[in-house]
T-cell receptor
């Protein structure tokens, strides 16, 4: 158990809908990262927050947004969902601001299925 | 920008045999390298990482990896495979841009 929690574990929804994925980092960690894992794209970095502020952005679609709250939990919002958004979404956390030697600890993931 | 290539999407080994998973990276700056393991229906778990210093890095579960700058490689090995090593393994590289770039992954199956 990494100490990173994600809810829900599974999510099934329809195209065009909007969903929110939630992540609680390990106690003491200030950074939260979101990744998408799909069969065709592999593991892709989406976005990072450090202490409430956006720190780095990867291949995140405009339909997706995220935020980190004062208690350091984070939410990833996915809207206007398409079939291709079906994937495993991982959250990771680290103690620092994400400098290269910072170890990221991953949560168990949320499996999103868009029908 | 950095990237990772994992050679071989599937590796099958006999129990007790050597496990060798290949990873090559490209990076314009000195890289920091990681191996993660993903068991079925679970998140990623860090096996080991290289930042600076000793190029042979020992990790959990008997795994180790050697950083070879001249070959831009960071291959993962374990001398004797166990059934519990069946999983997917990801090599990742990080430089100065706060994000991990992952390889496509290598699935390991262990034959009894």
């Amino acid at each position: 158990d990494s100490g990173v929690t994600q809810t829900p574990k599974h999510l099934i929804t329809a195209t065009g809908q909007r969903v929110t994925l939630r992540c609680s980092p390990r106690s003491g960690d200030l950074s939260v990262y979101w990744y998408q894992q799909s069969l065709d794209q592999g593991l892709q970095f989406l976005i990072q927050y450090y202490n409430g502020e956006e720190r780095a952005k990867g291949n995140i679609l405009e339909r997706f947004s995220a935020q980190q709250f004062p208690d350091l939990h984070s939410e990833l919002n996915l809207s206007s969902l398409e079939l291709g958004d079906s994937a495993l979404y991982f959250c990771a956390s680290s103690v620092g601001d994400g400098t290269s030697t910072d170890t990221q600890y991953f949560g168990p993931g949320t499996r999103l299925t868009v029908l | 920008a950095q990237s990772v290539t994992q050679l071989g999407s599937h590796v099958s080994v006999s129990e007790g045999a050597l496990v060798l998973l290949r990873c090559n990276y490209s990076s314009s700056v000195p890289p920091y390298l990681f191996w993660y393991v993903q068991y079925p229906n679970q998140g990623l778990q860090l096996l080991l990482k290289y930042t600076t210093g000793a190029t042979l890095v020992k990790g959990i579960n008997g795994f180790e990896a050697e950083f070879k700058k001249s070959e831009t490689s960071f291959h993962l090995t374990k001398p004797s495979a166990h059934m519990s090593d069946a999983a997917e393994y990801f090599c990742a590289v990080s430089s100065n841009d706060y994000k991990l770039s992952f390889g496509a992954g290598t699935t390991v199956t262990v034959r009894a």
